[in-house]
């Protein structure tokens, strides 16, 4: 029998607190689910660490009301949190507390093993803050099969990055989602600032030999920078796909980016081209802003596409 491949997020997992009370969070678990509901969840997992505290429970409560996998060993450190704050626009700052949980993953048997079987894996930098999860994330990624696909969703938050550790995540992954606010900080950083947008976009894609550089510019719509029409299908020069945002009544942004991330995930692995996966995960994220919190369940008309 053929060994089942899994869709994984791995990094944080968190509670967001927001006004109006708690809400699983983290981009991971965010991802899987997301990606679960185009793929089924049964094929994706979320990847972390638990405190042993009451958190830790109703973490694993809310995940199975989610229908989401998981592998999150429990270690001696109190279970992540994150106090948001959302301004008139819905727009969240975020203060999120650290040496928690998912700041020392481990790299165990079984997520070994979730590794040497992954299809997809998103990751991004703010669980790599922590020198134990940071190595532990890099060695998931070491024991990726060839073809799997590697997303490094970006997501700097507050002070916890480095140069470093941003390259270090681009050279292991074949897929960069990032913003445009962090492509001007990535622009200083890197000492390319004066580019334009595509410039530094097809910069960077050449540089880090990706095959594809997903670009989200909030209101003024995304860019997909490519280098394949679809994922097995390579061209001699690039492609670039364009999406205009739409125009929607937003609740809350929080986990909009990462439900476009797991739907163009899925779509990709799908066979659907770029444009096609690019205009799904632009009309998910748009919809995702419409509901409260980071997991509603989409309805039929897109998860049918």
Not at 32 to 38: K, L, P, R, V
Not at 103 to 110: A, C, G, K, L, R
Not at 192 to 215: A, R
Request: with cysteine; net charge negative.
């Amino acid at each position: 029998m053929e060994q089942k491949r899994y869709i994984v997020g791995l990094g944080e997992a968190l509670w967001d607190v927001l006004p109006e009370g708690k809400k699983l969070g983290g981009a991971p678990a965010n991802f899987a689910y997301h990606a679960g509901q185009f793929v089924g969840s049964e094929n994706t997992i979320a990847i972390s660490a638990l405190g042993e505290d009451k958190l830790a429970e109703e973490t694993i409560d809310a995940l199975q009301e989610h229908h989401l996998n998981y592998l999150m060993p429990r270690v001696a450190y109190p279970t992540g949190t994150v106090q948001v704050q959302l301004d008139e626009q819905g727009i969240p700052t975020y203060d999120i507390k650290e040496n928690v949980a998912w700041d020392n993953i481990p790299f165990t048997p079984e997520i070994e093993e979730i590794a040497a079987n992954c299809k997809a894996v998103c990751f991004g930098s703010l669980a790599q803050r922590n020198v134990v999860s940071r190595e532990n994330i890099h060695r998931f990624l070491d024991k990726t099969p060839a073809d799997c696909v590697k997303i490094f969703d970006i997501n700097l938050r507050q002070n916890f990055y480095t140069k470093e550790i941003i390259q270090e995540s681009m050279r292991r992954c074949n897929i960069l989602k990032i913003n445009d606010e962090e492509l001007v900080l990535i622009g200083r950083m890197f000492g390319y600032p004066g580019l334009d947008i595509e410039n530094k976009c097809w910069l960077i894609l050449g540089k880090y030999n990706l095959d594809m550089l997903v670009l989200t510019c909030g209101t003024n719509g995304s860019y997909v920078f490519s280098r394949c029409e679809a994922l097995s299908a390579p061209t001699t020069s690039g492609q670039m796909s364009f999406q205009e945002t739409p125009k929607v009544e937003v609740a809350d942004t929080v986990g909009a980016g990462d439900s476009f991330t797991g739907s163009f995930c899925a779509a990709i692995l799908s066979g659907k081209s770029v444009p096609e996966a690019h205009r799904l995960a632009v009309e998910v994220s748009a919809y995702v802003c419409t509901q409260n919190g980071a997991m509603p369940q989409l309805p039929e008309q897109l998860l049918s596409r």
